[in-house]
């Protein structure tokens, strides 16, 4: 059953430590979103990723947000320094060719 | 810019009776559409989507939507609600026309709300 999976499921941490947030895409598949989700903002997109380079990173503060590809089985999301308003559920997805994107379970962002 | 707009913040409806939940789009070139449906302290779940062809689409758990290319819309419907389909649902849109892989953007979401 194929699927993305992200860790950690759930992160606390306090202000000003960094975060790193990772995704395995769904095997094969060439395009990675990120994702922040907040009541008040809703969904919005941070960066994605086409065979392995950004395309689009416009949406992070890129202050403190970076995101990378590694390899193709792998993408992180990198907080440095977190902040209180940075607490959110932030999801990966991937899929293949401008088809459907799968999303992972989210993972779950409290700083303090 | 693409955009997608869900004007109703949440939908009512009675088990039984029929739901329609809607989405309007903003695209330069030809759209792919997407329903999604999140459920609590879960990820997005794929539902159905309009890439060409037929205008009305069939999808997962009996949900179906139809693409209205004057009206610019792809409303999503279930001819009979269940009190399980209450979630959060998401319209989605890419640009076809952009070639290499396109921006995923996402409405603000429609709470939907069955009851008994």
């Known amino acids: 059953d194929a699927r993305v999976t992200q860790t950690p499921r759930h992160k606390v941490t306090e202000m000003g430590q960094e975060v790193t947030m990772r995704c395995q895409p769904i095997?094969?598949?060439?395009?990675v979103f990120w994702y922040r989700q907040t009541m008040m903002q809703g969904l919005e997109l941070l960066a994605y990723?086409?065979?392995?380079?950004?395309?689009?990173d416009s949406g992070m503060p890129k202050d403190r947000f970076s995101a990378e590809m590694p390899d193709a089985t792998l993408a992180t999301l990198k907080i440095q320094p977190s902040e209180p308003r940075d607490s959110a559920v932030y999801f990966c997805a991937s899929d293949w060719e401008n088809t459907e994107a799968f999303f992972g379970q989210g993972t779950r962002l409290t700083v303090v | 810019a693409q955009s997608v707009a869900q004007p109703e913040d949440q939908v009512n409806v009675a088990e039984g009776n029929p739901l329609t939940v809607k989405c309007t789009y903003s695209v330069s070139g030809n759209p792919y559409l997407f329903w999604y449906v999140q459920y609590p302290n879960r990820g997005l779940q794929f539902l159905l989507k309009?890439?060409?062809?037929?205008?009305l689409v069939k999808g997962s758990y009996g949900f179906e939507a139809e693409f209205n290319k004057s009206q610019t819309s792809f409303h999503l419907k279930k001819p009979s609600a269940l009190v399980s389909d209450s979630a959060l649902y998401f319209c989605a849109v890419r640009d076809r026309s952009s070639g290499t892989a396109s921006k995923l953007t996402f409405g603000t979401g429609t709470r939907l709300q069955v009851t008994l």
């Open positions: 309009y890439i060409t062809g037929d205008n």
């Open positions: 990723f086409r065979n392995r380079a950004p395309l689009d």
């Open positions: 095997l094969g598949h060439n395009t």
